[in-house]
């Protein structure tokens, strides 16, 4: 992937600056061909009207013209505004997922995992819309409403000074008081609504994900009165956004009358006295009345310019976060088989108690290793070392004598097959999900590994490789499904497998079948297996407990 020199938030919108200046542009040139539109129509108007019946020689052309020529241009720049801009924004959208995830995805899972699903989703979702929609709804129409403003209040003051500097105090007045009322605790506000929208979402999708259980439980009723109330939460923090929103357009209501009659008084003395031709005060009092119908969406653009940076504020809390593990500048080859070695390894979780507190642990090339011991006491936070997910406080993680700290964490996976405890079933197809461990797979080795484990039965009784297992495995067994991904991990190339509780949910004759298939599939490369169920005696495999943070021989 191309790198790029600043990976932060705002240079990804930095890199369509000139394509979201070019839509502000065309942006403020529709505004400007209404606002025109109207002045002149307003004082060609005025002008025909005072002429009426008086001047023969009245110039109807010219001003009938522009309005023509404006109405058309009006047309043409919104239309190229519509493009430019949405241009602009599926851009900032492409980049900002990609972004997102270039930044994410080397967070997971040590970082990524403690957030819920639901959370993250949310951020994934609502958050980046948002950000992604900042330019369109925020940046470029406030820009627009801006520049309009300068230069209706420049025409206005070379007409006559004081006309120009009522719409300044009236531009003052909108652009001041609109905002303040709109954006009045905005931020936390906007923090607190995109934290509702998180709330609802992980409350529903946990609700799906746990169907079954909580109708088994009878708890779907209460469940669903949880989801109620997140909702309600969201819907009353929508309400409260709006009812501010409502508060805003009513001051911008008053503000927009009060300049309106301060104006037309002020056009309708400066004809009176002669300063100002008709035609021209009638152009400004429409002026005053277009302006002011352009900066009608400034509440509305600025609450999502706080949602934005709301949720920007969101997807950085996420990206930003520190990442567990670094590559080297120069990465060391990793060799090909050999041992895997652990040597006073110390870790601990953030915040949490001495998990390892000084592991040693040799597996040579072929070697079988099963780690046993307590739940909680740090097997998978083993096997997340021996992966490099994490880097050990004190003491070394090698393989063949190179520290695992001094080669890249992609060249290491490759030497490792890794099940985790969660390892997931992908909805797709029995194929899809092996090539998930090795994309080059050829259909003889997937046939190899699945009759291994004895899964080549069911799988060609459901339609060969080809066949669905439905959503995370949903038309799998617990077995089937854990098989399945066991296969997967056999299928990488790997000189070592480290595997963490691969026979998880089986009842016992079910995991001690499965690891006796595991052997005969195993071949020539060593395992690492972690399992707090028992290893059935016929395998000559070292048994290891981990107890209080060190290991020692099972008994
Ligand atoms: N990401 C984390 N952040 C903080 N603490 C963690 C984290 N992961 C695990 N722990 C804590 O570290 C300890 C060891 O967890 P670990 O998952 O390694 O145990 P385990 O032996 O694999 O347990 P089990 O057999 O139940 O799977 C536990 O007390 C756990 O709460």
């Not at 052309?61 to 720049?77: H, N």
């Not at 001094?406 to 909805?427: E, I, K, L, N």
Request: glycine fraction near 12%; hydrophobic fraction near 50%.
């Amino acid at each position: 992937m191309k790198q790029l020199p600043d990976d932060g938030l705002r240079a990804v919108f930095a890199r369509h600056r000139t394509r979201m200046l070019a839509a502000a542009a065309l942006l403020l040139a529709t505004m400007l061909a209404g606002i025109a539109l109207l002045g002149l129509a307003g004082g060609f108007i005025t002008a025909a009207a005072l002429a009426a019946g008086t001047a023969a020689g009245f110039n109807y052309f010219s001003p009938s013209a522009g309005v023509r020529a404006l109405a058309l241009a009006r047309i043409a720049s919104r239309y190229a505004e519509k493009l430019a801009g949405h241009d602009a924004t599926l851009r900032v959208a492409r980049d900002l997922r990609g972004w997102f995830f270039r930044r994410a995805l080397p967070l997971a899972p040590a970082r990524l995992g403690v957030l819920r699903t639901g959370e993250l989703l949310a951020r994934l979702m609502d958050d980046i819309g948002r950000v992604d929609g900042l330019f369109v709804r925020a940046l470029g129409p406030l820009a627009a409403m801006a520049g309009a403003g300068l230069l209706g209040i420049g025409w206005a003051a070379w007409v006559d000074l004081r006309a120009g500097l009522l719409l300044a105090v009236a531009a003052l007045a909108v652009g001041g008081g609109v905002p303040a009322v709109a954006a009045w605790r905005g931020r936390a506000r906007e923090r607190r609504h995109a934290a509702l929208q998180a709330r609802l979402r992980m409350r529903v999708h946990e609700g799906i994900e746990g169907a079954t259980e909580l109708a088994a439980m009878a708890a779907s009723g209460r469940w669903a009165g949880r989801v109620d109330t997140a909702a309600a939460a969201l819907a009353a923090s929508g309400r409260q956004r709006r009812r501010r929103l409502a508060v805003a357009d009513l001051l911008h209501a008053l503000c927009g009358m009060a300049a309106l009659l301060a104006m037309t008084a002020l056009a309708a003395s400066a004809v009176h006295r002669g300063q100002v031709p008709a035609a021209h005060a009638a152009a400004l009092v429409f002026l005053t009345l277009a302006l002011l119908e352009t900066w009608a969406g400034m509440g509305l653009a600025w609450q999502a310019l706080q949602g934005g940076r709301a949720s920007a504020r969101r997807l950085r809390a996420v990206v930003e976060q520190p990442v567990t593990v670094r590559d080297p500048a120069r990465p060391v080859p990793v060799p090909g088989t050999d041992t895997l070695c652990m040597q006073g390894v110390v870790f601990a979780h953030p915040g949490g108690r001495r998990v390892l507190d000084g592991v040693e642990l040799a597996v040579a090339p072929g070697q079988r290793v099963a780690i046993g011991g307590d739940s909680g006491g740090g097997k998978s936070t083993l096997a997340a070392l021996a992966m490099r997910i994490h880097d050990p406080a004190a003491g070394t993680v090698s393989w063949g004598g190179v520290d695992l700290r001094d080669v890249a964490q992609g060249d290491w996976h490759a030497r490792v097959a890794w099940m985790p405890q969660d390892a997931p079933v992908f909805a797709g197809s029995v194929r899809e999900n092996l090539r998930m461990g090795h994309p080059d797979a050829d259909e003889a080795s997937m046939w190899r590994v699945l009759s291994a484990l004895g899964l080549d039965g069911r799988v060609r009784a459901c339609g060969g490789l080809d066949g669905e297992v439905g959503e995370g495995g949903a038309l799998l067994s617990a077995g089937q499904a854990r098989r399945l991904a066991l296969a997967r991990a056999l299928l990488r190339p790997a000189p070592l497998l480290v595997l963490d509780e691969p026979t998880e949910g089986l009842d016992v004759d079910a995991a001690a079948a499965l690891l006796l298939d595991l052997e005969r599939a195993l071949g020539a490369r060593s395992l690492l297996l972690i399992s707090h169920g028992p290893v059935p005696d016929a395998l000559p495999w070292r048994r290891l407990r981990l107890q209080d943070g060190r290991l020692q021989a099972a008994p």
